[in-house]
C-alpha cells in the first residue's frame, strides 16, 4: 500500500513542471505564424478605426495620433490574447474605465492639509529585489499586486507579445515603405 506522505510529495513535485509546460506554451503561442497572422489583421483593422475615428483621448506626453496608435496596438494585442493573462484583461478594462471617465468627468477637489510632510524621505527602503519586483510589476499592465511566480510568468508572456507586436509592425512598416516606394516610381514614369 503507497505511502500517503509519498503521495503528496509526489504531487508537489509534478506542480512545478505543469507551470514550465505552461509557461512555455504560452512564450510558444506568440511565436507562431497563425497567432502573428491573427494580431497583424486585427493591428490593421484598428488602425483602420483610427484613422477614420481622429477623435482620441489626447495626452501631453504624446501626440494624439501616437497615442492613438499605441493604443489601437495595445488593444490589437490584447485582444489576440483574448483575455486569458492579466496584462490583457488590464488593458482592455483599462480602456473601459477611460470611457467611462470621459463621460463622468467631475472636479476634483484636493485637501492639501491631508498630506503629510516628508512621507517620501521618511518612507523605509525596500531591500534592492523588491524594489525590482515593484517596478517589473509597474511595468506590466495589471501586474502590480502579484505574487513574484505570477509576475514572472505574466512578464514572459507579456515581453514574448510585444516581441510578436515589434515584428509585425517592423513587416507592416516595410510594407507600406516597399508599396510607397513602388506607387512614387510608377507615377513619376513617363506614361
Known sequence: MPNPNTLTIDSKRKKPRKLENHTQKQSTRWRTASEQQIYSSKLVDALRQVRSNPTSTPDVRLPASARAIRDAADRALAFTA???????????????????????KKPRIINCSTKKPGTGCNRLKLPALQRRVRVLGNMVPGCRKLSFPLLLE?????IAA???????MAALAELLTSSSSASRLTTSMPG
Open 82 to 104: 483574448k483575455g486569458r493573462t492579466r496584462w490583457s484583461r488590464a488593458i482592455l478594462t483599462n480602456r473601459l474605465k477611460l470611457r467611462l471617465l470621459k463621460k463622468k
Open 154 to 158: 505574466e512578464t514572459t508572456d507579456y
Open 162 to 168: 510585444l516581441e510578436m507586436q515589434v515584428r509585425t
